[in-house]
């Protein structure tokens, strides 16, 4: 059972460049969730989705772009990087709304911007 | 909306006993409690959906106040394999996402 998985790892990406981060859960989880995490700072919600076709902003949505187009797959595209968008992304997912039974988190993808 | 913890930081010899605390402004529906170890990412540990509930697992507990939307999580005859950094999530009546505290970081040493 792979859980959460996320892909690339590591990404160097230059002013101006886009990408798209990759995140795919294998547990039927309706609900997927992107968070950013900053150097000792908590994790910050970016977007979130209650299934296929149904997206909705976070906290901190400017400068990225979601789609759900199936249960597994939550992408999210980063638009004309900037260097404020360094950070530590996670996915993460769950089974119920609001969270019950707690979140499943991917591994990461740590993104600097130069 | 972002819950508040402390301590920020705490260290503690092997065997001793640590409260972390979390507090929201906003009432409550439940809370969360997850650890992260350095370069990983943040693993469950558990929910508190009921006030004055008290849940855990071996030596780590929580309980929450849901009348003061205050949570503590309490760690017991720690071992080296507690540390890292412990973050609380809170989800307010009537929403539905999970906002993060700013962590705890938990040594532990021998």
């Known amino acids: 059972n792979a859980g959460v998985t996320q892909t690339p790892k590591f990404r160097i990406l230059k002013i101006g460049q886009s990408m798209t981060l990759q995140c795919t859960q294998d547990?039927?989880?309706?609900?997927m969730y992107w968070y950013r995490q900053d150097p000792g700072m908590g994790l910050k919600l970016i977007y979130y989705?209650?299934?296929?076709?149904?997206?909705d902003k976070g906290e901190v949505p400017n400068g990225y772009n979601v789609s759900r187009s199936t249960t597994e797959d939550f992408p999210l595209r980063l638009e004309l990087a900037a260097p404020s968008q360094t950070s530590v992304y996670f996915c993460?997912?769950?089974?119920?709304?609001?969270?019950?039974?707690?979140?499943?988190f991917g591994s990461g993808t740590r993104l600097t911007v130069v | 909306q972002q819950p508040v913890q402390s301590p920020q930081a705490v260290i503690l010899r092997e065997g001793e006993d640590a409260v972390i605390n979390c507090s929201s402004s906003?009432?409550?529906?439940?809370v969360h409690w997850y650890r992260q170890k350095h370069g990983e990412a943040p693993v469950f540990l558990m929910i508190?959906?009921?006030?004055?509930e008290q849940k855990g697992h071996e030596k780590i507990s929580a309980s929450f106040n849901e009348k003061k939307q205050q949570s503590s999580l309490y760690l017991t005859a720690s071992q080296l394999s507690y540390s890292g950094t412990y973050f609380c999530?809170?989800?307010?009546?009537?929403?539905?996402?999970?906002?993060f505290g700013t962590g705890t970081r938990l040594t532990v040493i021998p």
């Open positions: 989705s209650v299934g296929a076709g149904i997206t």
């Open positions: 999530g809170t989800v307010q009546t009537g929403a539905n996402n999970l906002f």
């Open positions: 906003k009432a409550l529906y439940s």
């Open positions: 547990m039927n989880h309706n609900y």
């Open positions: 508190l959906l009921k006030g004055g």
């Open positions: 993460a997912s769950s089974y119920s709304d609001r969270g019950v039974g707690g979140y499943t």
